[in-house]
């Protein structure tokens, strides 16, 4: 029996118990071979059950039950290979700070270590299914993560581990510059806002 429905619970959880999602936002997959598990469509974080996770193949048409998101997940395996896990979440302080759409750059140092950018995605929300699987998927091939303006932010890894690893850098990283324009320590000129 595969470890990953039972990983994959794990991390749509932590992002929740975290605050980086509220109780049925945001989604996860990984990769089995040429096949891909993912949180169902309408999945409660804080229930959610591992037996609940869907198996899809990695590419094709509707799969019963999985995330409204399949398809995006389906085309950053595609685009990127070395993609071992993707996740999602609606990390407040990212799409609070990148609401401009203009691309993310951090102020703080480990944040500026992992992404010196981060791109900004902006499409009409009422076009976001059409577009979001071609659109983040191609920036998924060239950056760890991408964030869809005024929506949320998408990572992908080698393992679930890294991704739930650069959700969560630039979450605090968000964090920090929005505490530091709340300060005074950082203004809003400096960032181009
Ligand atoms: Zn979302």
Redesign the pocket.
Known sequence: MSTIPRELTRYYRLLRRHGINDSH???ASARDAEHLWITPTGACADDLQSWQLIRCPLTGGACARASA?LALHRAVYQFNPKAQAVL???GSYAVALTLTGRDYVPADLEGGLYFPRVPVIDMAYDEYFEQSPERVGKALSEFPIAI?RG??MYAWGDDLDQAYKWICSLELSASVRYHALCAGTRSAIEDGA
Do not use: L
């Open positions: 936002s945001g989604n998101d999602h979440a609606h869809v929506h949320g």
